[in-house]
């Protein structure tokens, strides 16, 4: 009788899996690590721009208009990396703690470097969606975040951490 793994293939089918580069504790790649950070970035750019786009809408001050899209980041970040692993078979509560173990550190370093930048370009958090300051400090500080993700990342990856913890899970 085969054992199944929780993904639904069998467990040879996992450990076949997990001895690819950037996958497990051993050989975490640079391309493994900007997959995982630009999809932590797209999570994050969809939570913030909204977060951000609705506080300044509402005008909104500074503070709330940021805890906003902090919180979006993080809900739209988790919310794609769960909807990922459910597809692959996980019940909701392994689910969560997979999204979870995934990616709150990326997204948190991600969220604290893009809205640094944010709130250090003069003018940047008064500015309105129709002003070009907006945006450029907005996917600006983007860039900036993916450049200093990815290598937090990398790290996590390779110590079994991280995104490593959603290919465990994946078909």
């Not at 079994?160 to 078909?171: E, N, S």
């Amino acid at each position: 009788m085969e054992h199944r793994a929780p993904h639904g293939g069998t467990t040879h089918d996992h450990d076949a899996h997990t001895g690819h580069p950037g996958h497990g504790t051993g050989g975490a790649t640079w391309a493994a690590a900007a997959r995982a950070t630009l999809h932590c970035l797209t999570g994050c750019a969809v939570g913030e721009i909204l977060g951000m786009a609705i506080g300044t809408a509402l005008m909104w001050g500074n503070v709330p208009t940021m805890v906003l899209a902090i919180a979006l980041a993080f809900v739209f970040g988790y919310s794609f990396t769960l909807f990922a692993v459910r597809r692959a078979g996980l019940d909701f509560k392994t689910a969560i703690k997979v999204a979870l173990a995934a990616d709150t550190v990326s997204i948190a370093v991600m969220e604290l470097v893009d809205n640094g930048i944010i709130a250090l370009v003069p003018g940047a958090m008064d500015a309105h969606l129709a002003d070009a300051l907006f945006w450029t400090s907005l996917l600006g500080g983007f860039v900036i975040a993916l450049l200093l993700t990815a290598p937090v990342n990398k790290w996590l990856i390779s110590r079994g951490k991280g995104h490593a913890v959603v290919h465990a899970h994946h078909r």
